[in-house]
């Protein structure tokens, strides 16, 4: 079957826009994790979803960061007033409930200008 | 609270040559522990993992890594080294707790060069 699919691949946004990162998990994945990747910091966890549980939103890095999950299935990540700080690959990762393993989607670029 | 850390954030090997990429970790409860690849451009391929069957993992192309508690260490290998092999490694943990929220922690990687 599929893997996990985000858009955009790249995005480019000035300073100060609101950006929507997408994430389409692996059907039937009811987990789904966000990740940041920046040079600086390296990989950081941002939030995570499993079903309808509350998420875990303790790596969210300040309350300009928001993420949702409609529907138990795809999940959307906001990034409002973004900083030249925010420019990293996000990338969204998905499993099986209770299974620790994860398959990760491509990764969207994402550059403030 | 888990950590990672990869030992050197550049490895250089000669193709057919040993490869061997260290990892030490820190976990307060028994650990989940994986191997990711990365290509560039590309998201997270995963390796191998470890959760608490054998302690001799063999993974994906020819990968292998070895879970020894006592030094609290995941390092991984592979016999002989292949062109295809260049990369960037990250090894992660996340904590066998009981609950459903694997999320990982990563080193902070490691670029695996081959030369001919």
């Known amino acids: 079957g599929a893997g996990v699919s985000q858009s955009p691949s790249n995005k480019v946004t000035e300073k100060g826009k609101d950006v929507e990162l997408r994430c389409d998990p692996i059907?039937?994945?009811?987990?789904l994790y966000w990740y940041r990747q920046s040079l600086g910091q390296g990989l950081e966890f941002l939030i995570y979803?499993?079903?309808?549980?509350?998420?875990?939103k303790s790596g969210l890095p300040s309350d300009r960061f928001s993420a949702e999950r409609t529907g138990g299935s795809v999940s959307t990540l906001t990034i409002q007033r973004t900083q030249q700080e925010d420019s990293a690959v996000y990338l969204c990762a998905s499993s099986s409930y209770r299974v620790p393993e994860a398959f990760f989607g491509q990764g969207t670029r994402l550059t403030v200008v | 609270a888990q950590s990672v850390t990869q030992l050197g954030s550049h490895v250089s090997v000669s193709e057919g040559a040993l490869v061997l990429l260290r990892c030490n970790y820190s976990s307060s409860v028994p650990p989940y522990l994986f191997w990711y690849v990365q290509y560039p451009n590309q998201g997270l391929q995963l390796l191998l993992k470890y959760t608490s069957a054998a302690t001799l993992v063999k993974g994906i192309n020819g990968f292998e890594a070895e879970f020894k508690k006592s030094e609290t260490s995941f390092h991984l290998t592979k016999p002989s080294a292949h062109m295809s092999d260049a990369a960037e490694y990250f090894c992660?943990?996340?904590?066998?707790?009981?609950?459903?929220?694997?999320?990982?922690?990563f080193g902070k990687g490691t670029l695996l060069t081959v030369n001919p």
């Open positions: 059907s039937g994945h009811t987990a």
């Open positions: 992660a943990v996340s904590e066998n707790s009981g609950g459903s929220n694997y999320k990982l922690t």
């Open positions: 979803f499993q079903g309808n549980s509350a998420p875990d």
